[in-house]
């Protein structure tokens, strides 16, 4: 699509239906991936260390008594299924295997050659790859998120022996390297001024999240298994596009935290494979509940002590440039549908049938409304960003 002379659909426009119809919210929205991906409300903030915060009555403890057995009894088809997925560590790819050697005396060379291969890479371009270093970097507010979740899956002790809190504590080990990376990269191109960068991290993780799971393993593993779908997606087209502009090292190192996250995806779709073989209707009634909420991106409260509406002009140029966009929200829920044959599914209450008609009919939904809001013609609109000094960005 022209970005020139396409609008984007507003919030309202992808607020999943339910009976009886939620209220439309108001307000404009910058892009799809902001309806799409956020569902917050912010307000600006009016005391120091106060971000944006999201404006909603949080759930939690959703999970009935009896369903924490059901974990309890998966703790050996996790060892045997997921925690197979994990690479020891002396296999894995550190940060530094991708980045100029400062023990070398070709380090000025290498960090040279870095800089003039960051030069012909567009602004655009570069918020995207920051914000999805941001994300990356509030890795914290993560572990922390799997860790609320009941029925026998957090990390009782911080050291627990159990197989869900060695895969948490061992997936946390393994995200932290991409943040790493990406954020030492930034920092010797000196095209990014790194200490907005460096205060957005600190207000993002100081904000959290609230990806509406209530504390709930059921939606918090539904949950992670559509985000990392979507951070292999982000990663992969920022591969694609450092590889157009002529930075192979840039796109290896993208696509390397795609394949990460691909991994990553594979057994947090299995987990939720499992809940659909062995609790079907529980697990098909919490899908629909999760995308009812809406999947919220974990970097929605992003702000970097500037602009309240930051997360929301980030994930306008994502959308612009292809790099994470409404069609592949769509596209995750009907990848997921099929990977856990949600159409197929026999013996359903009638709560049960009524969730999964819902989640199966909501992909194509969502794509005639992203459809109709491409149709529109709209204006070209610009923002400032304080990671790239304040120069102006197209949304």
């Known amino acids: ?11 309202s426009a992808f607020r999943a239906p339910s009976p009886p119809p939620l209220p439309a919210r108001t307000g404009r929205a910058f892009s799809p991936v902001v309806a799409t991906a956020s569902a917050a409300q912010v307000r600006t903030p009016k005391k120091p260390f106060a971000p944006p915060r999201e404006v909603h009555r949080p759930v939690t403890h959703s999970l009935p008594p009896q369903k924490r057995e059901i974990f309890e009894s998966l703790n050996s088809w996790a060892e ?30 290498e960090v040279r050659e870095l800089r003039e291969r960051a030069r012909e890479i567009p602004d655009d371009y570069f918020v995207c790859f920051v914000g999805d270093m941001i994300t990356e970097e509030a890795l914290p507010t993560y572990q922390t998120m799997l860790n609320t979740l009941d029925g026998g899956v957090r990390d009782e002790t911080g050291a627990s022996p159990t197989s869900w809190a060695i895969w948490t504590r061992a997936w946390t080990a393994e995200e932290n390297r991409h943040g790493d990376l990406m954020n030492k990269y930034l920092f010797l191109t000196g095209r990014v001024d790194m200490r907005q960068i460096e205060k957005t991290i600190q207000y993002l993780i100081g904000s959290g999240m609230d990806p509406k799971t209530e504390t709930n393993p059921y939606m918090g593993f539904i949950y992670t298994s559509f985000q990392e779908r979507a951070t292999f997606i982000s990663h992969g087209n920022t591969a694609r596009h450092a590889k157009r502009y002529g930075d192979a090292k840039l796109a290896q190192i993208c696509g390397t935290i795609a394949a990460d996250e691909k991994r990553h995806e594979s057994a947090y779709v299995r987990i939720v494979e499992k809940l659909f073989e062995v609790d079907p209707d529980y697990t098909v009634r919490c ?15 992003m702000y970097d002590g500037r602009d309240d509406k930051l997360f929301a002009r980030f994930s306008a140029v994502a959308q612009r440039l292809g790099v994470y966009t409404a069609m592949d929200y769509a596209d995750i829920l009907e990848f997921l549908v099929r990977r856990w044959n949600v159409g197929e ?32 013609v709209k204006e070209a609109e610009f923002a400032q960003f304080s990671w790239i000094y304040g120069r102006q960005v197209q949304l």
Request: proline share 9%; hydrophobic share 40%.
């Open 287 to 301: 899908f629909a509940d999760m995308m009812r909420k809406k999947v919220a991106m974990p970097a929605h409260l």
């Open 1 to 11: 699509m022209s970005p020139m002379a396409t609008p984007l659909p507003s919030c």
């Open 345 to 376: 599914l026999t013996g359903l209450s009638g709560e049960g049938r009524r969730a999964q008609e819902f989640v199966c009919s909501l992909g194509p939904r969502f794509r005639r409304l992203e459809e109709r809001a491409q149709a529109r």
């Open 80 to 109: 045997d299924n997921i925690l197979v997925l994990l690479k020891p560590v002396e296999r894995s790819w550190q940060p530094q295997d991708y980045l100029p050697d400062a023990a070398s005396e070709g380090f000025h060379d």
